[in-house]
């Protein structure tokens, strides 16, 4: 499994098409997989494997903070497209084993003919139900340069609907020594608006404005 070896195109392209329907290498936030395989790269991806520059862009919006982003890293080989099941060949020696078994070489031709086969139970697979996601990234910003980013920080995400989930959190210099909060979040569609969840950051007296600075569905 893997992509092979990411400062190749062919690796790359692989990448691309692996992200056509995801943000990020695992689950719905940027984490400890993201910086593996952003690392294994020499540098962003070409214009028009714009699946991967997109994720590349995004987590190197994170680079000041890697270490704090959650999961656990693992070999750069183990993140990507599953490949063929490496046991393919000793599961087919066990096929044939159980053929061999099947067989008995001291029973008669006319035993077996009056064996009725077994009826076979046609059973249906249960539908997948797919749930709409979104992965939102917000710029938070202060009221003023005396504004706490701790106690700013702790509000936005002391928020708290079912269908929402908080991620990675950083700061980033915005003027004259001020700083704004860019905090990511997943919501489920059907259940969290968008618009309604920036009205409600907005709605603190210690923040000036919210942006929203990526939308990805998942």
């Known amino acids: 499994m893997g992509f092979g070896d990411l400062k190749s195109s062919a690796a790359q392209a692989a990448l691309n098409d692996f992200l056509v329907d995801r943000s990020y290498i695992e689950g719905f936030t940027v984490s400890q997989a993201d910086v593996v395989v952003y690392k ?13 520059l997109r994720w590349f862009n995004q987590v190197k ?5 890697f270490d704090s982003l959650p999961g656990v890293q693992k070999p750069v080989g183990e993140y990507g497209p ?6 393919q ?9 159980e053929d061999d078994d099947d067989f008995d070489c001291f029973g008669s031709d006319d035993e077996d003919k009056n064996i009725a086969p077994a ?3 046609q059973t249906k697979a249960p539908k997948k139900v797919v749930i709409a996601k979104s992965s939102i990234l917000f710029d938070v910003k202060p009221c003023d340069d005396e504004t706490d980013m701790g106690d700013m920080e702790k509000a936005v995400k ?22 704004k909060l860019q905090i990511l979040c997943t919501v489920e569609d059907a ?3 968008v618009d309604d969840l920036q009205e409600e950051i907005e709605e603190f007296e210690i923040v000036q ?9 998942i």
């Open 82 to 87: 599953a490949g063929a099941p490496a046991s």
């Open 61 to 65: 919006s994170y680079t000041s903070s």
């Open 158 to 179: 002391g928020i708290e609907k079912d269908g929402l989930k908080w991620g990675a959190c950083k700061r980033v210099p915005l003027c004259y020594g001020i700083e």
């Open 191 to 193: 259940k969290v608006g």
């Open 40 to 52: 294994a790269l020499s540098g962003a991806p070409n214009a028009d494997l714009f699946n991967a």
């Open 119 to 121: 009826p076979k139970i």
């Open 209 to 217: 404005s919210v942006d929203i600075v990526a939308f990805n569905k």
């Open 89 to 97: 060949a000793s599961k087919a020696a066990d096929d044939d084993d």
